[in-house]
């Protein structure tokens, strides 16, 4: 099945400074990768989606990009706040057969004021 | 237009007890997921349908059982709960076209303590 591995599990950054978070996958046919923030004792929400026909896609202070030849793709959050501070997960849309995301074993961001 | 609606929110279950999470949507979404996230960690496909009348194992199935006998309800049943089973569990639904994947919506979750 699909493999999805997120780096780093945990990750600390000073307010105002940026995060980045991995994913890599082994499907080459998966075309859709979302990223999912969920804060403690909460649902999972999603905070931004990138399909496999973009290499980048940009929503204010959160960027996603893909690399399908290398098969990964990256969550970048700018001039963090307190409120960035959640479990990040990120997903891979598997097409063959039924539709399904498999998620990432997640990140714990902390950020420090 | 409330998405995903799970119950309960919180169960206590004695070893060897048998309960159903009840899932329902109101979206006409077709594809409907049970996720299991255990403390600390990711989420672990349990089963999934893509239509009234249709399921399928996920990653870990052992222990449970679904049915789908409506677009809108996709209820979970453990049978002789363990320890194991103790776990948050998160219903979710999406539209399932084919081409480029939809947004899937998480119900709020069911915290379920096996004891």
């Known amino acids: 099945g699909e493999n999805v591995e997120q780096h780093p599990s945990t990750l600390s950054v000073q307010e105002g400074d940026s995060a980045v978070i991995k994913c890599t996958y082994s499907?080459?046919?998966?075309?859709?990768f979302p990223w999912y923030k969920q804060e403690l004792g909460k649902r999972p929400q999603l905070i931004i989606d990138?399909?496999?026909?973009?290499g980048e896609k940009k929503d204010q202070r959160i960027a996603v990009t893909l690399n399908k030849t290398a098969k990964h793709f990256s969550l970048h959050i700018t001039e963090t706040q307190p409120e960035d501070s959640a479990v990040y997960f990120c997903a891979v849309h598997i097409i063959q057969g039924a539709q399904k995301l498999v998620f990432g074993q997640g990140t714990r961001l902390t950020i420090n004021p | 237009n409330a998405g995903v609606t799970q119950t309960p929110k919180f169960r206590i279950l004695k070893i060897g007890q048998s309960m159903t999470l009840q899932c329902a949507q109101d979206?006409?979404?077709?594809?409907m997921y049970w996720y299991r996230q255990d403390p600390g960690m990711g989420l672990k496909l349990i089963y999934y349908?893509?239509?009234?009348?249709?399921?399928d194992k996920g990653e870990v199935p052992n222990g449970y059982n679904v049915s789908r006998s409506t677009t809108e309800d996709f209820p979970l049943r453990l049978e002789l709960a363990a320890p194991s089973q103790t776990s948050v569990y998160f219903c979710a639904a999406n539209e399932g076209r084919a081409i480029s994947g939809n947004t899937i919506y998480f119900g709020e979750g069911s915290w379920l303590t096996v004891v």
């Open positions: 979206m006409n979404h077709n594809y």
């Open positions: 349908s893509v239509g009234a009348g249709i399921t």
């Open positions: 990138i399909r496999s026909n973009v």
């Open positions: 499907d080459s046919a998966s075309n859709y």
